[in-house]
């Protein structure tokens, strides 16, 4: 059973950034595709961005393009995932996923998961 700890989540300023990891401690990172989810308070968890297994393409949703970066690191067992310009909407909890046969923005679909790592953004 993979197992995922995110990691790298506090409180920051709006326009600030912040890298958050998610590190594996199986073997099966390498043979999956990855991706963050976050869920705000009273909402729905929401897709973020993920990496496919090769890291040869990534996807993001509208609300972060152009501002997160999501990476991985095979040797490191880990993806990060870079939120530049935030902003207090981008306030959740954030959780990676893994999977091998996955729909990218379907949480559904991905088979194991970290806990989650709490992002606030002040004004």
């Known amino acids: 059973q993979e197992e995922l700890v995110e990691s790298g989540g506090g409180l920051v300023r709006a326009g600030d950034s912040l890298t958050l990891s998610c590190a594996a401690s199986?073997?099966?990172?390498?043979?999956?595709?990855m991706a963050w989810f976050r869920q705000a308070p009273g909402k729905e968890r929401e897709f973020v961005g993920g990496?496919?297994?090769?890291?040869?393409?990534?996807f993001y949703a509208d609300s972060v393009k152009g501002r997160f970066t999501i990476q991985r690191d095979d040797e490191q067992k880990a993806i990060h995932l870079l939120m530049n310009s935030l902003k207090p909407e981008d306030r959740a909890i954030y959780s990676c996923?893994?999977?091998?046969?996955?729909?990218?923005?379907?949480?559904?679909?991905?088979?194991?998961w970290g806990q989650g790592t709490q992002v606030t953004v002040a004004t």
């Open positions: 996923g893994g999977g091998t046969r996955v729909a990218m923005t379907a949480a559904t679909s991905f088979t194991y």
């Open positions: 199986g073997g099966a990172l390498s043979t999956s595709a």
């Open positions: 990496i496919t297994r090769t890291g040869s393409f990534t």
